[in-house]
């Protein structure tokens, strides 16, 4: 089983979970060191692991009844036989360097040194927990007992029959009166309180999920443990199941990292909870082929591959963004702000020309108010602050104010914040300069006063960002070229990842049959498709890298005209779907023709190939109303806009009608004939930026880059 879709879960998981990791935490934890131990596997050992080939070959031609024999047992006895021999049959001989014994001469060894402190050790074995038959732990403490260890210093967590036996045994442990505690993870995991003494803990097993793995270690790098520095020892007998185990558990471990650490994952994982080998990891195993290292080695790498050009991607197509929508339009508001600036410093109305010697407020000017005009600096402020007290506070205020005179040369005009309850000026003359009125006439105008006087101020300040901006509009211009540093080698270390597992024979059940014709028409229809709509380049033999999920095949990408919502159309050539996103959303899902009776996909493909001819972006990125209304409760207004009608509710009754000030209130408003304006594309205007980039500084065009594309 897999998981598709990562980075969709992942902003979900974000949306109502804080995750705060131990290392993000910083706790005052003991410091680990982790060491694995590794043993040669036995003459025995080698002899059996042969014999689960052959039962795999079994399994897989149906030669045997799966209630006899499956994966399952197969994948059991391959971990028994890792642990110890005697698990798959007590009459083997007791190899003294065999991964028990190593184990049992490390606990002992610990034991004696730390006599005097009487710190404890943990040993986790999930598997041969105690019973009447052969088992691990009667072997463990049977052998510590002769080494010398007193028997009431060696436990058992499974003696324990309920949570009051459990902690007795744990307070036992955190005081040193046990020395040697053996439990499985499931007993002595999550919710185990025994770490004062701990000085080491020993993993003799593997378990199959990352968890349990960290519930181990958890018991150990905690709070309250009296020892700076712990040891963690995980044993693993060469050759056998263990060594793929540890990396199959590693690789588990890093999807979930991923999401837990925010970072941008992968888009497919194996489920953690999967407990079985294929028959193709077995046939390996057994065989010793020593492909199944490489496969191992070439997961870890194309899984670091992989999320190093999501992160990259993520970036350039933000990047790519602001160079198309952001850094125009900043450019062209500043500029016109630098206008309006201009044109305001110079018609102000400078002040009263007085002698020195004579008070501050024989400066002023006058104010108008209503029509009537103030001379004198102090009536002006009284009466301001009369006008302020008598404005009435109303919704449509809140939009534009109400103006209530002029002030030198600028219209005046008096905002009520509900949000923060006080009152604001706004002088508008080309631009609008806004500032907080206060509780004194006098010093209100003063305010107004400072607003203007700082507008050569502003006029610096909006001249030096206009030339950052320009200075970074130049630099993304150029970023935006850059391909990802490493595309090469992922390349290659996909190609050798398929070429391995196709000689391991572990793709064939998960893919569609590569030797199908009409399968590689259609990615051939899809590559001209994106190198005509996207000036790429991409090539057909390239297709399983850029796509390796089918499922998923990215086509279009883009945001409404205001930036706000995200559209992303994607194929699935496994079920033969059209999917639409907004927002990481599923609005829209076109089926192609299928028959789950019928087991040709032929039908399906053709139709596939037919409609690629006939895409066009504005289509594909084109959202249906009724859906979205249907899915997300947004409208779509007149500019392509989303919004969310109970936004512009006015009177809050939770209705649409027509006591409010919404806009597009569509039934109450006649629309008349009118013209829309054909707006030009995100991509149309790309397209546009890309064909007239020529080489300039030794920039050259940009022939591959997928700005709001994919």
């Not at 709509?533 to 390239?542: A, I, K, V």
């Not at 919004?643 to 939770?654: A, Q, R, T």
Request: hydrophobic fraction near 35%; proline fraction near 3%; aromatic fraction near 8%.
């Amino acid at each position: 089983a897999k998981f598709y879709n990562l980075p969709e879960l992942m902003n979900t998981v974000k949306g109502f979970m804080d995750i705060k990791t131990a290392d993000v935490l910083n706790l005052p934890t003991p410091i680990a060191h982790y060491e694995t131990i590794k043993t040669k596997p036995t003459e025995e050992q080698k002899e059996i692991l042969e014999t689960f080939s052959e039962r795999a070959d079994k399994v897989r031609d149906k030669q045997v009844d799966s209630s006899v024999d499956n994966m399952l047992l197969i994948t059991n006895d391959g971990k028994k036989m890792a642990l110890d021999q005697r698990l798959i049959n007590p009459l083997l001989p007791d190899d003294p360097n065999s991964k028990v014994n190593t184990c049992i001469k490390n606990v002992f060894s610990i034991w004696d040194k730390y006599k005097d402190k009487k710190s404890a050790q943990l040993i986790f074995c999930d598997m041969s927990t105690p019973s009447n038959d052969f088992n691990i732990y009667d072997d463990i403490k049977t052998k510590l007992i002769d080494m010398g260890v007193p028997e009431n210093e060696i436990e058992f967590i499974h003696k324990a029959k309920n949570n009051m036996e459990k902690d007795a045994i744990f307070d036992k442990v955190r005081k040193g009166e046990i020395r040697v505690l053996l439990g499985s993870t499931q007993k002595m995991g999550a919710g185990t309180n025994a770490q004062d003494k701990l000085i080491a803990i020993h993993d003799l097993d593997i378990p199959w999920r990352p968890a349990d793995l960290s519930q181990r270690a958890g018991r150990i790098v905690r709070q309250g443990n009296e020892n700076k520095e712990v040891h963690i020892f995980r044993y693993v007998t060469e050759n056998t199941f263990d060594a793929y185990l540890f990396q199959t558990l590693e690789n588990k471990q890093k999807y979930i990292s991923q999401i837990m650490t925010s970072k941008t994952p992968v888009r497919v994982a194996e489920d953690v909870d999967e407990a079985t080998l294929n028959y193709a990891e077995i046939k390996a195993l057994a065989t010793g082929n020593p492909l199944i290292k490489e496969k191992m080695d070439l997961d870890v790498e194309v899984s670091k591959l992989k999320m190093l050009e999501s992160n990259f991607k993520s970036n350039l197509y933000k990047l790519e963004d602001k160079v198309v929508k952001f850094y125009p339009k900043e450019i062209e508001r500043l500029k016109e702000r630098i206008e309006n600036l201009k044109e305001d410093i110079k018609n102000v109305e400078p002040y009263r020309e007085v002698d020195k010697n004579l008070k501050e407020d024989n400066k002023f000017t006058s104010l108008i108010i209503d029509g009537k005009k103030y001379i004198d600096k102090k009536i002006a402020g009284e009466f301001l602050l009369n006008k302020i007290k008598g404005v009435k506070i109303y919704r449509e205020m809140d939009k534009d104010g109400e103006k209530i005179g002029v002030y030198r040369n600028f219209d005046l005009s008096i905002k009520y914040d509900s949000f923060f309850n006080k009152y604001n000026f706004i002088l508008k003359g080309k631009g609008e300069y806004r500032g907080e009125f206060g509780t004194d006439g006098i010093g209100n105008i003063t305010r107004m006063d400072n607003v203007l006087d700082k507008l050569p101020e502003r006029l610096e300040n909006t001249i030096s960002k206009l030339k950052d901006t320009e200075e970074q509009f130049q630099t993304t211009k150029i970023e935006i070229q850059k391909t990802f540093p490493q595309a090469e080698l992922l390349k290659d270390k996909t190609l050798r990842l398929a070429e391995v597992n196709n000689l391991l024979d572990m793709g064939k059940s998960e893919n569609i049959s590569q030797d199908n014709p009409l399968l590689e028409e259609v990615k051939e229809e899809l590559i001209d498709f994106l190198n005509r709509e996207y000036d790429e380049e991409n090539r057909l033999e390239d297709f399983d890298t850029i796509f390796p999920d089918l499922t998923d095949i990215g086509i279009a990408y883009t945001t409404t005209p205001d930036e706000k919502h995200e559209i992303q159309v994607s194929l699935d050539l496994i079920n033969y779907k059209m999917n639409t996103y907004v927002d990481k959303n599923l609005i829209d899902s076109f089926q192609y023709t299928y028959d789950p009776l019928d087991a040709s996909d032929l039908k399906e493909l053709v139709q596939i190939k037919t409609s690629i001819g006939f895409w066009n972006f504005s289509e594909l990125v084109s959202v249906n109303e009724e859906k979205l209304r249907e899915v997300m409760g947004f409208e779509i207004d007149d500019d392509g806009n989303f919004y969310d009608p109970l936004s512009k509710d006015m009177d809050l009754d939770g209705i649409i009608d027509r006591n409010d000030a919404d806009f597009r209130d569509s039934k109450v408003q006649e629309i008349g004939d009118f013209e829309r304006k054909e707006k030009t594309s995100i991509m149309d205007k790309l397209k546009e930026y890309k064909g007239n980039l020529v080489v300039n500084n030794n920039i050259k065009e940009i022939n591959n880059s997928e700005p709001c594309g994919r």
